[in-house]
């Protein structure tokens, strides 16, 4: 009970450092940052004192740590893969317009309509 009580806290301040951001709309843009950022501190402060916060941190921890081992493909391999998912595309609305064609006209044959 005490541990969802300090889960409801921390959104509460992570709510409050947004609700600020824009309470302070004719603030300097220094200060409606500083807003944010405080209550988003707050809020990990608050998660971090919990086991399902903790949890959670160690798995976003864990999740950018995994992202930074992302290769992004370079240039050329992004216009032949672009190319090769348009060909294919292309293909498959001429295979599927066949068949839709083929599968109206055995309609039609076997409800003994002409076409």
Not at 3 to 12: H, R, T
Not at 31 to 47: D, E
Not at 52 to 65: N, R, Y
């Amino acid at each position: 009970m005490v541990n969802k009580i300090k889960l409801l806290v921390a959104f509460l301040l992570l709510a409050a450092g947004v609700a600020g951001f824009y309470l302070l709309a004719d603030k300097p843009m220094i200060l409606r940052i500083f807003a944010v950022l405080s209550g988003i501190g707050a809020s990990i402060g608050m998660l971090w004192i919990t086991p399902v916060g903790q949890q959670s941190l160690t798995f976003i921890g864990e999740a950018v740590a995994e992202a930074r081992k992302v290769v992004w493909p370079t240039r050329k391999e992004t216009i032949q893969t672009t190319l090769v998912v348009f060909v294919l595309v292309v293909i498959m609305a001429a295979f599927l317009a066949v068949v839709d064609v083929g599968f109206a006209y055995m309609v039609q044959w076997l409800m003994g309509r002409s076409a």
